[in-house]
Nanobody, 122 residues
């Protein structure tokens, strides 16, 4: 069982930056790939980024590539999503999730956090 708690969301102006954190419980954190997804009002949840258990491989949605950076600290059981050059269309609830392997599909992820709101004003 893995419990995930996101933090770091908030309100930011377009062009600004935010860093989201996701703290995980359990002693097997390194065995899990971690992903971030987001869901805007009226839209389906979409993949944002994912990172392998070791942190050696990262994957990004085209919409965030070059602006977002995903990293993890396995000693702290935490993943970080650094978001730069934020746009109004990045506004959404952001969720972190854990999976046995890296994948962009929701269905692969067995554990989910409660989400954190990110609002980007124009």
């Amino acid at each position: 069982q893995v419990q995930l708690v996101e933090s770091g969301g908030g309100l930011v102006q377009a062009g600004g930056s935010l860093t989201l954190s996701c703290a995980a419980s359990g002693r097997t954190f390194i065995q899990y790939a971690m992903g971030w997804f987001r869901q805007a009002p009226g839209k389906e949840r979409e993949f944002v980024a994912a990172i392998s258990g070791s942190g050696g491989n990262t994957y990004y949605a085209d919409s965030v590539k070059g602006r977002f950076t995903l990293s993890r600290d396995n000693a702290k059981n935490t993943v970080y999503l650094q978001m730069n050059s934020l746009k109004p269309e990045d506004t959404a609830v952001y969720y972190c999730a854990a999976a046995p392997r890296v994948a962009p599909m929701n269905s692969v992820y067995a554990y989910w956090g409660q989400g954190t709101q990110v609002t980007v004003s124009s």
